[in-house]
Structures are given as structure tokens and as C-alpha cells.
Nanobody, 127 residues
Framework: QVHLVESGGGLVQDGDSLRLSCATS????????MGWFRQAPGKERWFVAG????????NYADSVKGRFTISRDNTKNTVNLQMSSLKPEDTGVYYC????????????????????WGQGTQVTVPS
């Protein structure tokens, strides 16, 4: 069984930075793809960033490229999301997810079965 626990959310101002962490545990999780998703009020959950834990290949949504960085820390079994230049539209609940099966398309897009989810952490950037 895989367990994911997010932390690091909070209330920040427009232009601030914030670092989210996802603590991972469970057999085989080191070989999974990991991702961060965002869900704004009244909207569907939306892919933000992903990383392959095997080769550290990363993918980002266009709206966060250059502002967000996903990374992993194998010594602490965590996957982090460093967010900078935050905007009000970044507001939402951020979820960590794990995918035991995944592949990359010819153009480098990550396609994954996100089977495991954390409980989420709230990020609020007032307008």
C-alpha cells in the first residue's frame, strides 16, 4: 500500500514563493511517477507537474512553466513542488499523486495511471 501525505500549504501574497512536500511510503513507490495536481473551488482536478522517479524526467502545465519546479529527495522519500511568483489563479487544494504505470509520448508528454492520492494541502493567494 502506498501512502502520500502533503504539507507546506498556506496563505501567501501575490508574487510570493511556497514549497510543498509530499512524504511517500510503500513498496515500489521509488519506481513510480509522481505528480502534483490542483483543484480550485468548483473546478476539476488539474495536472500541475509530474516527475519520473526512475530518470527524474519532469513535465509541467504550461501555466506554471518557469515558476514551479518539481523534484524528489530520495534520502527523505519526499517529492517537492517549489512554487514561485505565485498568482491568485494558483489558489486551490494541491494533491500529490503516484502512478505505478506510466509512459511518455513521442513528444515527451507524461501519461500515467494516478492510482494513489494524498489528502491535499490548501494554497491561497488572495487577489
Amino acid at each position: 500500500q502506498v501512502h502520500l501525505v502533503e504539507s507546506g500549504g498556506g496563505l501567501v501574497q501575490d508574487g510570493d514563493s511556497l514549497r510543498l512536500s509530499c512524504a511517500t511510503s510503500g513498496r515500489g513507490v521509488s519506481r513510480y511517477a509522481m505528480g502534483w495536481f490542483r483543484q480550485a473551488p468548483g473546478k476539476e482536478r488539474w495536472f500541475v507537474a509530474g516527475i519520473s522517479l526512475v530518470d527524474s524526467r519532469t513535465n509541467y502545465a504550461d501555466s506554471v512553466k518557469g515558476r514551479f519546479t518539481i523534484s524528489r529527495d530520495n534520502t527523505k522519500n519526499t517529492v517537492n513542488l517549489q512554487m514561485s511568483s505565485l498568482k491568485p489563479e494558483d489558489t486551490g487544494v494541491y494533491y500529490c499523486a503516484a502512478a505505478p504505470t506510466y509512459y511518455y509520448t513521442a513528444d515527451g508528454r507524461l501519461v500515467a495511471n494516478w492510482d494513489y492520492w494524498g489528502q491535499g494541502t490548501q494554497v491561497t493567494v488572495p487577489s
